[in-house]
């Protein structure tokens, strides 16, 4: 079963009802978080690229990046969790 959640958008005083997949909804949510933080974002095969400058700087990636750049790109998503391993 899939669960579809119900927009709404206004496209010039008419107003338009679109039928969304929960999980499809979400991974639109956590694009736009990186966007708005500032990450470029490429979509090669089924496989997202992600890239943000650092105005040349040399960047060293402490162990729990990955995980810190997830946890702050699913705010404000419900029914997510990270469970570490």
């Known amino acids: 079963m899939r669960l579809c959640m119900p927009f709404i958008f206004e496209r010039s005083n ?14 639109m949510m956590f694009l736009k978080n990186a966007l708005e933080d500032g990450w ?4 090669v095969g089924d496989t997202y ?5 650092h105005e040349n700087r040399k960047e060293i990636f402490q162990s ?14 419900s029914g997510f969790s990270l469970i570490s391993t």
């Open 40 to 43: 470029s974002i490429k979509k």
């Open 49 to 53: 690229i992600f890239s943000k400058k």
């Open 14 to 27: 008419m107003m338009e009802q679109i039928q969304m997949d929960k999980k499809d909804y979400q991974k």
């Open 64 to 77: 729990d990046y990955l995980e810190r750049f997830i946890e702050n790109n699913l705010q404000g998503l």
